[in-house]
């Protein structure tokens, strides 16, 4: 569903808090030879309150944004911060793996720049309502689209004891996810999970004394229901293709990762564009089987010293790029 930017900004406050994107001079200089000149279009997949966005539009004159973002709360914060930009800014609500259908939406058939800054926002994080932070007592909800689908107390009180082991091992790499979702069970026997200092004490009651001490017990946990709640992963595998699919020759992606399964999906996605798919053995590469993408930054480059010390959020990113050189 697109709206243009001054539908979304009327009577919403600028934030209260502060924000910080992370990366942000790394990334307009990434997107400096794929963005300086006329006509040109980038795609901010994950527009949060629209720190990367300003830049971009700042540094670069001739660019036309496309800002996607599924969070209505997020929209409305952006629409205004960025409404002195004008009709050079459009938004839509969308799940970023709507990416194709939001770019041909707006009347364009291919653009120069795609970037992700995955995870959970600052904007959510911050907002103790929204029930992402395990520090924060609050209802358990955790959708990133508040205006659709289930909550992470829904999970906790439909998912079976096999099922909530299973989402707790894989999504938040929890080594006691038994043990946890077993805790899980027999307490919403007595009454259901609404609030998160409710789940984090259970986590707590669950967690040996010698693992306490090795960080927070309901940070996986939190993770995981937060992942199964907006089915992060399985839109990332289908977002990044359809990313790559609508960049023009001499475009660029840029991604954020933040935790090693997201950071492997799109490293696997990369690597697919980014190598020949000729046949073993063959005296002579194919056109057809060269690659389509080249590796702007070999690796995953991460925040350097300075920014990890002045913003915490920054400490566990992991920064890969790309840029497509044929068709």
Do not use: C, W
């Amino acid at each position: 569903m697109a709206q243009g930017s001054e539908g979304l900004h009327m009577a919403v406050d600028q934030p209260k808090f502060p924000h910080t994107p992370v990366m942000l001079q790394r990334i307009v200089d990434l997107f400096e030879p794929a963005l300086d000149g006329p006509d040109k279009v980038v795609v901010d997949a994950t527009l949060g309150m629209g720190g990367h966005s300003e830049a971009l539009l700042e540094r670069f004159a001739g660019l036309t944004l496309i800002g996607l973002d599924r969070d209505t709360d997020a929209l409305g914060i952006a629409g205004e911060r960025l409404a002195r930009f004008g009709d050079r800014v459009r938004l839509v609500h969308t799940v970023y793996d709507g990416i194709a259908g939001a770019v041909e939406g707006e009347g364009f058939d291919a653009v120069d720049g795609v970037l992700f800054d995955l995870g959970v926002s600052s904007l959510q994080l911050d907002r103790a309502e929204r029930g992402f932070a395990y520090s924060q007592d609050a209802p358990l909800d955790m959708r990133m689209d508040r205006t659709e689908g289930q909550t992470a107390a829904d999970v906790l009180a439909t998912y079976d004891e096999g099922e909530l082991r299973r989402i707790f091992q894989r999504y938040g790499e929890e080594k006691l996810a038994g043990r946890y979702a077993r805790a899980v069970v027999e307490r919403r026997a007595e009454r259901p999970f609404t609030m998160s200092g409710d789940l984090v004490q259970v986590l707590h009651d669950a967690t040996p004394v010698a693992v306490q001490r090795q960080g927070h017990p309901a940070k996986r946990v939190f993770q995981a229901l937060r992942i199964e709640v907006n089915a992060e992963l399985a839109v990332l595998e289908r977002a990044i293709p359809a990313a790559l699919d609508t960049i023009a020759v001499g475009g660029r992606i840029v991604v954020e990762s933040y935790q090693s399964l997201e950071d492997r999906l799109v490293k696997r996605a990369l690597v697919e564009r980014t190598t020949s798919s000729a046949p073993a053995g063959l005296p002579v590469e194919l056109p057809e089987h060269a690659p389509t993408f080249s590796l702007v930054v070999k690796g995953a480059e991460l925040a350097d010293e300075a920014e990890r010390a002045a913003n915490p959020r920054a400490i566990p990113v992991r920064l890969r790029a790309a840029e497509r050189i044929r068709k």
